[in-house]
């Protein structure tokens, strides 16, 4: 199995700024996940995070507003631009094992005021 | 477009029997998927299906009929601590997992 985690846990930020999320894995992985979950709302994929190359972003996300690094194949970052409350949410990384498992960080609760 | 149904909420009694359903329409079909989310916390994996039938562990059991795009998962001996919500996902023809909203189980006394 794959142990992820999450910094920060959680954060309140005031609308306008920007915070960077880091996703540290305990092994090498090719890919990593990028999630949004809105209270009580289902998961939202971001992006996609490969090592080597740019992330690949779903339709309505932007790399702009969700810059994404991925400096080798342990670690990845997803900064969330320009926030507005609609940012509240809990961002989540994730990561595919094996041919039928994903494992989930602990997620962080963003709140934008 | 892809879809992926399952009720937003259901109430059981501790020690009974529940069955979460999940209906789906997707564009190709790699596999159904069941996680456990606790408030708070990240998603869980419970099961995986990719043949149609019934795969068993312990006191979850998951049911897939592919023809049907249909699948539900069953919760029996209800414990207070299986409180939470239960998400369907399946996997589709690029491998993306489409994810459901989540039922939220709610266990009572």
């Known amino acids: 199995s794959a142990v992820i985690s999450q910094k920060p846990s959680r954060d309140i930020c005031q609308r306008g700024t920007s915070l960077t999320i880091q996703c540290q894995v305990d092994?090498?992985?090719?890919?990593m996940f990028w999630y949004r979950q809105q209270p009580g709302q289902s998961l939202t994929l971001i992006a996609t995070?490969?090592?080597?190359?740019?992330?690949?972003?779903e339709s309505g996300f932007v790399i702009d507003k969700f810059p994404i690094s991925r400096p080798n194949l342990t670690f990845s970052t997803l900064t969330v631009s320009n926030m507005s409350p609609e940012d509240s949410s809990i961002y989540l990384c994730?990561?595919?094992?094996?041919?039928?498992?994903?494992?989930f960080g602990p997620g962080t609760r963003l709140t934008v005021l | 477009g892809q879809n992926i149904d399952q009720p937003t909420e259901m109430t059981a009694t501790e020690g009974a029997i529940v069955q979460i359903n999940c209906t789906y329409q997707?564009?190709?079909?790699?596999?159904l998927f069941w996680y456990q989310q606790h408030a708070g916390e990240a998603p869980t994996f419970l099961s995986y299906?990719?043949l149609d039938g019934l795969e068993e562990k312990g006191r979850f059991s998951s049911f897939l009929s592919r023809s049907k795009g249909y699948s539900y998962l069953l919760l029996k001996e209800l414990q207070m601590k299986d409180s939470a919500s239960y998400l369907c996902?399946?996997?589709?023809?690029?491998?993306?997992?489409?994810w459901g909203a989540g039922t939220k189980l709610i266990i009572k006394p």
């Open positions: 997707t564009s190709g079909f790699n596999g």
């Open positions: 092994s090498q992985v090719t890919m």
């Open positions: 299906n990719v």
């Open positions: 996902a399946v996997r589709d023809s690029n491998y993306q997992l489409i």
């Open positions: 994730s990561v595919p094992w094996g041919y039928n498992e994903q494992f």
């Open positions: 995070a490969n090592q080597g190359s740019e992330a690949t972003y």
